[in-house]
């Protein structure tokens, strides 16, 4: 599951994105406001800085740390309160902006160390500080004299004009024009929409589940250094439903019901305490999304996507199931087909077979084992390869960032240079632990500002560690994060924090780290650094019958994402009494998965994505279809097309948020994008 997540700091302005940072800003001269009476100010100003970040170290120095950081926070809010001079881009916009910035900079730290601190008590304090970062940004976003003063501001620039377009169609979003009493109903939804979001993605990070298995009965199939990493306890091999153990077990294990345990486990993570929590999420959005105006929270949260309405969404998931379904048809016959060799009356496949009998078949049809391909690629290895071949491709210079301070031992973080000149910073924390969050997701630090702030960037996956081998799903994981990574650092270099980085529409936002996994399937990539412990590079057939074999079941894929898009929209389109949170799941299960529903499960309570995307997980094949038209002139002019990959990094990349996404892919294709080449991937033959 390779995510980037907005994340449940909602910056209810629209104008922070995803939580996190490792890292305290260091002594920022911060805010320079004059002493005399607020009337007299004619200027606030803050400053920004490109200093090494350090962390809070202990939980009483977070708890400090987070008191002083929400009071220097709300001391300036008030200052912008009370500033009665002109409303001009200089004197009051830009330091807007700046507060923003440097509170977002703050509460990110809060956030992601939510997601990623070694210790509990730690976890608990940032979780707490990253509410009362979002109930600060509740607060500047539902106020009026501020909202007065933006409306004032004028400007003849382009980008002024466009930050201040998007800052006042956000201010609306918010609310800042209702009335007071209503002001304080949205301030009390989202400040308690915070803590359900915390609480249902906590109820899915804690619940781990686990199975004790007996090599001879029930490891059968699953390779040999898979089987040594198990911990081994009185009651057996313990394999638990996190991905890094479960994930291989779905596709290796040849015993049926150990398989089934797992699987059921798996979708029970989060119930049933997450029934109750999401059922208030739905109920609170709604509340939401009628006090601002909406029908309900689907139509709010696509406002201001590519999209623009549930309805069109609703028509997109749809189109997408029709164009996948005879492909969809074709994959599950012969899933079945296989599934009949073992278990002769078989009516359906079940989704804890769909893996295993895939890789069967890729191993039959295209001659590929999954233990001769995860032999070439140990993570070392490939994590030098990716960081090689990004400075070859783009021109930058990647090395290590010597001074700075990392949260756990297995930390890395580097320096990004391009002729010579920092460009910006960024962590790799890859690999579990206890606590930590369990997916793949990149998360924005800082968000880069021209001339002020380098953007600094972490990714946070569950990979295998030194010479131990990944899959190469988890490869092409990694270079899918990577891809945000470095949309965010290469975008991160606007004058204004909302233009910045991958401050661009959510449907566009995975379109270039989707599109950057396709080179973890290119064989001159790929011959670059996948190496065998004999030291023999990946053979380019390999690459070749994995590339034919990755093909294979993707019409059931996508079925099976729209049934995860449907699920997402329909839970938030319309009024949360007429949602049954199981009934709908099953029915829209039916509806476009191939694969029945398991009974007695309850996929929606670690359906984790419902929370931080809430109805807009269609975004990913939004972003699909956009990525295969981009890959399009890649795949024509060459993956390691260094001219052609440094005009991708301008024109798109660097764009950030500056332009609408549409306009950014037009420059980029010479044309309007359209799903050609996806529908062209879906037609090719097997
Ligand atoms: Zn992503």
């Known amino acids: 599951m390779h995510k980037y997540i907005k994340i449940l700091l909602l910056w209810l302005l629209g104008l922070c994105i995803v939580g996190c940072t490792a890292s305290v800003p260091r002594q920022k001269k911060d805010v320079v406001v004059p002493p005399s009476p607020p009337q007299m100010h004619s200027k606030i100003h803050i400053a920004l800085d490109n200093q090494a970040i350090l962390l809070p170290d202990n939980v009483q120095a977070m708890q400090s740390w987070c008191d002083r950081r929400v009071d220097l926070a709300t001391q ?4 912008f309160e009370a500033f009665k001079g002109e409303g001009t881009e200089t004197k009051m916009l830009l330091p807007f902006d700046r507060l923003l910035t440097a509170t977002a900079n703050d509460a990110n730290v809060a956030s992601f160390y939510y997601q990623v601190h070694p210790q509990k008590e730690l976890r608990d304090v940032a979780a707490a500080c990253a509410s009362r970062f979002s109930k600060w940004s509740t607060m500047v976003s539902l106020s009026r004299p501020i909202y007065d003063l933006v409306t004032r501001v004028q400007s003849d620039d382009k980008d002024t004009q466009r930050f201040l377009k998007r800052l006042l169609r956000d201010f609306r979003r918010s609310g800042v024009s209702a009335s007071e009493e209503k002001r304080t109903q949205i301030a009390q939804l989202r400040s308690e929409l915070t803590e359900l979001g915390q609480q249902f993605s906590r109820n899915i990070n804690d619940d781990v589940r686990y199975i004790w298995l007996e090599k001879n ?21 313990r394999v638990s439903t996190d991905y890094p153990l479960s994930i291989p077990f779905m596709r290796y294990a040849e015993n049926d019901t150990a398989r089934f345990i797992l699987h059921r486990k798996s979708l029970n993570r989060g119930y049933p305490k997450n029934k109750t929590v999401l059922k ?29 309405s549930a309805q069109r969404v609703e028509a997109f998931i749809e189109q997408i199931n029709e164009l996948a379904r005879p492909r969809s048809d074709r994959d599950y016959a012969l899933l079945l087909k296989k599934l009949h060799a073992t278990h002769p009356r078989a009516k359906n496949v079940g989704r804890w077979r769909h893996f295993w009998l895939t890789e069967k078949i890729k191993a039959e ?14 993570y070392e290895k490939v994590k030098t390869g990716l960081l090689q071949l990004t400075q070859n491709l783009f021109g930058v210079q990647i090395r290590p960032w010597k001074d700075a301070v990392l949260w756990h031992d297995s930390v890395e973080a580097y320096e990004v240079l391009e002729n010579g000149k920092m460009i910006g910073r960024f962590y790799l924390d890859m690999h579990p632990r206890t606590g930590k969050y369990k997916h793949a997701a990149h998360f924005t630090l800082r968000t880069g500002i021209k001339g002020k702030q ?8 569950n990979f295998p560690h030194g010479d131990e081998l990944m899959e190469h799903r988890q490869v092409e994981t990694f270079f899918h994060e990577f891809g945000h990574l470095l949309h965010s650092l290469f975008g991160g270099h606007q004058r204004w924090s909302d233009l910045s980085g991958i401050a661009t529409e959510h449907d566009f936002v995975e379109a270039p780290s989707q599109m950057f996994e396709e080179w973890a399937w290119d064989p001159k990539v790929l011959q670059t650094f996948a190496v065998n412990a004999q030291g023999q590079r990946i053979p380019a057939d390999l690459v070749r019958r994995m590339r034919a074999a990755r093909d294979f079941g993707l019409g059931a894929h996508i079925r099976n994402q729209m049934f995860y898009a449907s699920l997402s929209l329909q839970y938030y389109n319309k009024p949360p009494q007429e949602v049954s949170l199981t009934d709908d799941m099953i029915a829209l299960q039916k509806q476009y998965s191939p694969f029945p529903y398991v009974p007695k499960t309850y996929f929606y ?17 939004w972003s699909e279809v956009i990525a295969a038209d981009m890959f399009e002139v890649f795949r024509r002019k060459g993956l390691l097309n260094q001219q052609l990959a440094r005009r991708y990094m301008r024109d798109v990349l660097g764009a950030g948020g500056s332009l609408d996404a549409a306009d950014i892919v037009e420059r980029f294709l010479g044309r309007p994008y359209n799903d050609q080449a996806f529908r062209a991937r879906l037609n090719q033959s097997q």
């Open 280 to 308: 208030k999420i739905l109920v609170k959005r709604y509340e939401l999304a009628q006090l601002l105006g909406y029908d309900h929270y689907a139509d709010y949260a696509m406002e201001t996507l590519m999209s623009g």
């Open 454 to 461: 380098l953007p600094v960037s972490a990714l946070v996956c």
């Open 217 to 237: 009965k029930h490891l059968a199939g699953l390779p040999e250094d898979y089987i040594t990493s198990l911990p081994r306890e009185q009651k057996g091999y």
């Open 76 to 79: 300036r809010f008030e200052k």
């Open 365 to 378: 049809k295209y001659n590929i084992k999954g233990t001769e391909v995860r032999s070439y690629f140990p």
């Open 605 to 621: 309570a670690n359906f984790g994505h419902l929370f931080g995307y809430s109805a807009v997980y269609y975004t990913y094949m």
